[in-house]
C-alpha cells in the first residue's frame, strides 16, 4: 500500500502527515518546517515516499520544496491549477487559501450529498460553503478569536490581553471575562448565524482548527469536530491525482 506524505504550513506552524493509504501512521506539528524534520520522516519509512503533496498559505523555501520533491517519487504542490475533486466557484481562485481547499476537500469526504458549513478556527476564522454536489460556492474570513483579544488590547489604552482560557460566562463580570466572552461568544454567534443563512433543514456543519473545541462546546447544535481536517483533504486531492 502507498505511503505519503502530506503537508499543511500554515501561518504558525506545518502539520504533516504520514498516510499509509488513508490511515495515518506518524502525524507531527512543527514551528518551522525544515529539511532534517522531512529526512527524519522519510528515515522511518525506508527513507523514500511513493507520494507527496506541500500545501502553504506563506512562502517556503525553494530548499525545504526541493528536498520534499527529492525523497517522494510524485510530488504535487497544491496550487490554483492543481485538479480537485471538487468544483471552486470563487471568482478569484488564484487568492483562495489553500487550506480553505483542503478543508472542504476533506469535509466533503465526510458529508457529500449535503449542505455544508466548513470552519477552520484557526488564526482567522473560515466561514466556507459547499454544495451537496460537490461545489465550494464560496465564503467569509473573519478575526480568529485570540486575533480578537489581541486586537482589543492593541488599539485601546486600558484593556488588557486576556487568554482564551478561563471564565467564559454569557454575560462577563469583569472585564477579563467580558473580553473573553464577546471574543469567544462573538464567534459562536458568527458560527449560528452562517449556519441559518444556508436555509436548509438540516446542514452539516465541520469545525476544524485550534479553537474548535471553544466553539463547538457551546455551538447548541450537532455538528463534527476534525482536527486532521487538512491533512485528510489533501491525502484526498493527492488520491484523487493520482487515481486520474
Not at 143 to 168: D, Q
Not at 210 to 218: E, H, W
Request: aromatic fraction near 8%.
Amino acid at each position: 500500500m502507498a505511503i505519503k506524505l502530506t503537508i499543511d504550513q500554515g501561518n504558525t506552524s506545518a502539520k504533516v502527515a504520514v498516510w499509509r493509504g488513508d490511515e495515518i501512521i506518524t502525524e507531527a506539528v512543527y514551528r518551522s518546517l525544515t529539511e532534517e524534520d522531512i529526512a527524519a520522516l522519510a528515515g522511518n519509512i525506508g527513507g523514500h515516499f511513493d507520494a507527496a503533496i506541500y500545501s502553504s498559505v506563506r512562502d517556503v523555501t525553494d530548499d525545504v520544496r526541493a528536498y520534499i520533491r527529492g525523497c517522494s517519487s510524485r510530488f504535487i504542490e497544491l496550487t490554483q491549477d492543481t485538479p480537485l475533486p471538487i468544483k471552486v466557484a470563487y471568482s478569484t481562485p488564484s487568492t483562495l487559501g489553500r487550506d480553505r481547499i483542503a478543508a472542504v476537500v476533506g469535509a466533503y469526504g465526510l458529508t457529500a450529498g449535503n449542505w455544508t458549513l466548513v470552519v477552520d478556527c484557526g488564526t482567522a476564522i473560515t466561514y466556507d460553503v459547499l454544495s451537496p454536489d460537490g461545489v465550494f460556492v464560496g465564503g467569509n474570513i473573519a478575526p480568529g478569536i485570540f486575533m480578537r483579544l489581541e486586537a482589543l488590547n492593541h488599539f485601546t489604552s486600558r484593556l488588557p490581553l486576556v487568554e482564551t482560557s478561563g471564565e467564559c460566562p454569557l454575560w462577563g463580570t469583569d472585564t477579563e471575562s467580558a473580553l473573553r466572552a464577546g471574543a469567544i461568544n462573538g464567534v459562536v454567534a458568527e458560527l449560528r448565524y452562517y449556519r441559518g443563512m444556508l436555509s436548509v433543514a438540516e446542514p452539516k456543519v465541520v469545525l476544524t482548527g485550534g479553537s474548535a473545541d471553544l466553539v463547538s462546546s457551546r455551538a447548541g447544535f450537532e455538528l463534527t469536530v476534525d482536527s486532521e481536517l487538512v491533512l485528510k483533504g489533501l491525502n484526498s486531492i493527492l488520491n484523487y491525482n493520482e487515481n486520474n
